[in-house]
């Protein structure tokens, strides 16, 4: 039994959402999210209430049962509120700079690495140590960061690198000198 899968999604005010047998269409404020729907799995929708059922109890099934209603709660979420990420860079001589639609991360190598912006999303430069990643689609914003990230992980002796802004990097001791 799933429970996330049977839980109930309230619609918001604004928001429509259309499901057939191949595709889940979200369209609200902000944009308009689709993804692909599972088979054997179908969206009923009463009024402002939203309710996934599943066919049958295959194992695949019950696997995408409460996959797709996360989904859609967050295709819900992305179309009013949208979603972001901060990453903060520690270091001396690190620093993030936006040029357009690229993302120019100077992290202690020889040379600047250099990141497409994906489309969808914006990046901001709240100072040059500080960037906010935001857009629409959860999936997008996550794994652009996640990339962000793998430029310069945090170490653990100095605490140097690209970290989220809530992300709490546990600390080693590092060498003791021999007396």
Not at 9 to 30: D, F, H, L, Q
Not at 90 to 102: A, D, E, L, S
Not at 146 to 162: L, Q, S
Request: hydrophobic residues 35%; without cysteine.
């Amino acid at each position: 039994m799933s429970r996330i899968g049977n839980r109930k999604i309230e619609v918001p005010a604004g928001v429509t959402v259309e499901a057939n047998e191949e595709t889940i269409k979200v369209t609200g404020p902000k944009g308009t999210l689709t993804t692909h729907a599972a088979k054997n799995i179908t969206l009923t929708q009463e009024e402002n209430t939203i309710t996934v059922t599943r066919a049958n109890e295959e194992i695949k099934t019950k696997a995408m049962h409460g996959t797709i209603n996360a989904n859609v709660q967050n295709m819900i979420e992305g179309v009013t509120k949208g979603f972001q990420k901060a990453l903060e860079i520690i270091g001396v001589g690190y620093r993030f700079t936006v040029k357009g639609n690229q993302l120019v991360i100077n992290a202690g190598y020889s040379h600047p690495v250099e990141m497409n912006i994906p489309e969808g999303l914006t990046v901001t430069g709240v100072s040059n140590t500080e960037i906010t990643i935001s857009g629409i689609d959860k999936i997008k914003v996550g794994e652009f960061a996640a990339n962000v990230r793998k430029v310069r992980p945090p170490e653990p002796y100095k605490g140097k690198g690209i970290r989220y802004k809530d992300e709490h990097v546990r600390r080693k001791e590092g060498k003791k000198a021999a007396k």
